[in-house]
């Protein structure tokens, strides 16, 4: 899997395509890396894109895909700079929360020594 960092990067650039916004979210919805149950996408889905698909759609992350897919093509310049901004702050927030598991996975090794 791709780096979250890598993602955020790419979310910095100011002049974000559509074609690149869905993308960019096939690809983290479809990682099993970031998101470990599709309870976590629903998560994701309501605080960036504000939209709740019905449970039959929740239940298949290509059919959560397609749905996010036709949503984000109906968007304009002003709605996509505003989804890019809070992917952003959900992937920055996501980062943050494996470095500290990392660290706190790592002092409890050192604990058994």
């Known amino acids: 899997m791709t780096s979250i ?13 559509k074609y690149s916004l869905i993308g960019l ?4 919805l479809l990682s099993k890396d970031l998101f470990k149950h599709n ?6 889905l ?3 894109f504000s939209i ?4 039959y759609v929740m239940r298949s992350r290509t059919m959560i ?9 109906k968007y304009d ?12 702050k959900y992937l920055k927030s996501i980062n943050v929360e494996k ?7 790592g002092s409890n090794l050192l604990s058994w020594y």
Do not use: W
């Open 5 to 17: 960092l890598h993602y955020i990067n790419i979310l910095n650039r100011s002049d974000l395509k």
């Open 25 to 28: 979210n096939s690809e983290l």
């Open 39 to 44: 309870s976590e996408i629903s998560m994701y």
């Open 46 to 48: 309501s605080q960036v």
């Open 52 to 55: 709740e698909f019905l449970p």
């Open 65 to 73: 895909v397609a749905r996010l897919t036709r949503e984000i093509y």
């Open 77 to 88: 310049e002003k709605q996509i700079n505003l989804v890019r901004k809070k992917m952003l």
């Open 99 to 105: 470095k500290q598991n990392k660290l706190e996975g």
